[in-house]
């Protein structure tokens, strides 16, 4: 119609512009049929207007319908949307309506853009949402935590055989229940649609406000969920070890619908996916052992065959291990393939999780990764993970690092694997025994005492100086780790005398001899308490007398060491009467107003250093002051236990007094420094 509108007004165009071209007029005919023509014109326009406006209506008003609110039929059962038939077009008079073609064929686009419109918007296969009998769920089997998991399993195996589209639905059912929603998946809607549909139309039945979903909520009810939820995943594992989790259909299903789910934007979603994928590789880690064993024990017994003579050899029985070695290899390569499938789908992206909690299951998991598969997972590759989450701005994540370190320090087996780990991080975990969370300067302190066992080239003297300081602080912890430390680098064995209380003797030289130098005289108790569950010569009453009253010749103390031995005598007697911690001594954090307060009412009362020391629990870890070299670097300190001046160990040197470092603040602090 618009063709036919434009070309009659071109043909009145050209015949008054024929007209104007010859200079004369046009006769009254011609203006009469154009006049006619133009109104005609007028007509058919409007008259394709409002055929414009009610296909446009039509089709408003079915796309508001689609886009509605939908039955539990759209869900459960999608059926294909019935073609609308074309509206027959008006018959008309008019000579020029065959050029209507032109105009119906922008009506045709605009439709087929408003269809594919309204099937982007509907969700395909949208869950089902009725209400079902749920008793006999895993979910529910898993919350109770009554019924015996391994015949759970078993169940869901025969289940898989038989059936394996529904088994792998009521598995992924299941993860969706433990992720806090109500919504149920059909068959249909799980058979037609992709993981992340299910996955978005999985997150249209879950309250994104709420924060309460099973692995983070309190209560009698969820007090094993997590750890119900971990154990039923590994039995699956180990159950599918052997046949099915080969099969990549199983395994394919699950991590995709995993994966999936660590990538939502609903934290409970995510958190709940991260906790089911790590768990499943710890299974699949732990299955890959198995493996590995098996191999070896098939190698060995090929090598066994082969080493037969012709005649005693079995040719059939060596073809046979050599079926089982390649199939073993196979299985090896694909459980090796899913884990780095996994770790790169999950691992690279959610250890770096705004959720903190997610970041600790990170960093727990990796850590059990390396001690049960080092061939695999201790590379430098996966440790720097660990090595960046050290400087995670959660206390937690940061603890959780050092505990998956600590272990991998204590076997010597594995400290050749660690070497350029040690050689990049070492500072920051040295560092981190200045952390204000006395639990993260625990942990660092025990991290360096297995470094100290196995490798003890690895820490410097100034290294080792940092955490001997610890043993004056207030927190009780932190002072026993650092006691530890000490007891390992400096207190080492001697050579014993022939009589048996003189067998603390040289550790007690030793303690005297850190108590000086560390200038820090009045806190003995301190340091005593330190050291009181971690050996025995504090409480070695008669050793410390037979110093003081028989020692002679090479033996003999002199006057300021007697008198500091006779104060870590009082000490310890004074612990061992009344079992009494030093003044703010404990496992709590004060604050710093409580810190300020107790250092005015001491200034006050000016009690003795026998009593209680003279200083504000407001003090810092380390001290700007330094200790005093001069009895290291004369050799007294090994001249009195035998060892040459020039072989002597660099345990007890300490840096010059010049050389003075800022550290930094914490509330864990050595009472040597009070309040301004």
């Known amino acids: 119609m618009a063709m036919s509108v434009s070309s009659e007004e071109n043909e009145n165009q050209e015949k008054v512009d024929a007209a104007a071209a010859s ?49 539990d039929s759209d869900f459960s059962t999608p059926t294909k949307r019935p073609r609308r038939k074309p ?116 997150t249209g039945e879950f309250k994104e406000d709420t924060v309460d979903y099973p692995l983070v909520m309190a209560g009698p009810q969820y007090k094993k969920f997590r750890s119900n939820m971990a154990e039923l995943i590994s039995l699956l594992i180990k159950q599918c070890q052997y046949n099915i989790i080969y099969d990549q259909f199983m395994m394919d299903s699950i991590l995709n619908v995993l994966i999936g789910l ?120 996966y440790l720097k993970y660990i090595g960046w989450s050290l400087y995670d701005k959660d206390s937690q994540v940061r603890i959780r690092c050092l505990q998956s370190l600590r272990p991998l320090f204590t076997d010597g087996s594995l400290l050749p694997k660690l070497e350029l780990f040690t050689s990049r991080f070492k500072e920051r975990v040295i560092q981190m025994s200045l952390d204000r969370d006395p639990e993260v300067a625990m942990e660092a302190i025990r991290v360096a005492c297995s470094v100290l066992e196995n490798n003890e080239a690895a820490l410097s003297d100034r290294d080792c100086e940092t955490i001997y300081e610890h043993v004056f602080v207030l927190h009780r912890g932190v002072a026993q780790a650092a006691g530890e430390f000490l007891t390992k680098k400096l207190f080492k064995s001697h050579e014993t005398s022939s009589r048996r209380r003189n067998v603390n003797g040289p550790y007690l030289r030793d303690l005297v001899t850190f108590l000086i130098e560390s200038e820090i005289h009045e806190h003995a108790a301190y340091l005593v308490d330190a050291l009181w569950e971690l050996h025995p010569m504090v409480k070695d009453w008669e050793c410390m007398t037979d110093l003081l009253l028989h020692a002679e010749g090479d033996d003999a103390l002199d ?30 954090k004060l604050s710093t107003h409580k810190c300020a307060m107790l250092a005015r009412r001491r200034s006050r009362g000016g009690p003795s250093s026998t009593t209680a020391p003279t200083f504000s629990p407001e003090m810092k870890m380390h001290s700007p002051r330094t200790a005093n070299p001069s009895l290291v670097h004369s050799g007294r300190l090994h001249a009195a236990r035998g060892v040459p001046t020039k072989t002597r160990s660099p345990a007890l040197v300490t840096r010059p007094r010049h050389r003075r470092r800022r550290h930094q603040h914490s509330n864990h602090l050595r009472p040597d420094q009070a309040v301004a």
């Open 87 to 202: 509206t027959p077009e008006t018959p008309t008079n008019n000579k020029n309506s065959a050029a209507k073609p032109a105009r119906n064929h922008t009506v045709n686009q605009t439709r087929s853009v408003t269809k594919s419109a309204v099937k982007q918007t509907r969700t395909p296969s949208r869950p089902v949402t009725g209400k079902e009998d749920d008793s006999g769920s895993l979910y529910n089997i898993v919350l109770e935590g009554k019924a015996s998991f391994k015949s759970v399993v078993d169940d869901w195996i025969d289940s898989y055989n038989a059936d394996r589209d529904v088994a792998v639905l009521e598995l992924v059912q299941f993860f969706f229940d433990c992720c806090g929603c109500k919504g149920r998946i059909s068959m249909q809607a799980y058979a037609d649609s992709e993981p992340s549909e299910l996955i978005r139309a999985m």
């Open 262 to 381: 660590t990538d939502s934007q609903v934290r409970a979603f995510r958190h709940t996916g991260t906790f089911g994928t790590l768990k499943l590789m710890t299974a699949i880690v732990e299955s890959i052992n198995t493996v590995e064993t098996q191999l070896s024990q098939t190698k060995k017994q090929l090598q066994s065959e082969r080493g037969k003579s012709v005649a005693r050899r079995g040719n059939e029985r060596l073809d046979l291990l050599q079926k089982k070695k390649k199939e073993l290899e196979e299985n090896e390569s694909e459980l090796k393939g899913m884990i780095t499938y996994a770790f790169k789908g999950t691992f690279a992206s959610r250890y770096r999780d705004i959720f903190a909690e997610i970041r600790c299951l990170c960093m727990i998991e990796l850590g059990e990764w390396m001690l049960k598969c080092p061939e695999l997972f201790l590379e430098d590759g």
């Open 23 to 71: 200079n004369t007029r046009p006769t009254r005919r011609a203006k009469v049929s154009a006049t006619a023509n133009i109104a005609n014109a007028a007509t058919n326009r409007k008259r394709a207007r409002d055929e414009l406006s009610t296909t446009s209506s039509s089709l408003s008003r079915e796309l508001s319908e689609s886009t509605g609110t939908l039955d």
């Open 559 to 588: 006057n300021e060491q007697e008198t500091w031995l006779i104060e870590i005598l009082a000490c310890c007697a004074r612990q061992a009467a009344t079992g009494e911690l030093p003044v703010g001594r404990g496992h709590r």
